[in-house]
């Protein structure tokens, strides 16, 4: 597949990039042989090729969901430096004038 250089120009100023001529034609020649590559690959029988999402088996290292005892409101905030009204108190951070 043939990419011209004004598609490469256009692609170019999607993604903000100046180019001069001389990478606009190198960029379309590569581009083209990039797709011509792929093209190639599309044309192999992977009829009888099972997925495959991850090259090593995948297993889950997360622990179980179990409800356990959470704490009180009271508990917490008795471990917090300061609280007002059931909340915490933390320093001001964002200055908004």
Known sequence: MKISPQ???RLAKLAWLK?????VKRYSQELSS???YVETL???DTSQVSPTYHVV???SHLRKDEIGRS???EE???MVPAHE???VKVPKIIDIE
């Open 57 to 59: 088996p995948q297993k």
């Open 71 to 73: 704490l009180s409101q």
């Open 42 to 44: 599309n044309q192999l």
């Open 34 to 36: 990039i797709l011509d």
């Open 19 to 23: 180019l001069d001529p001389e990478e």
């Open 76 to 78: 917490f905030l008795s």
């Open 85 to 87: 009204e059931g909340a």
């Open 7 to 9: 598609e490469v120009e």
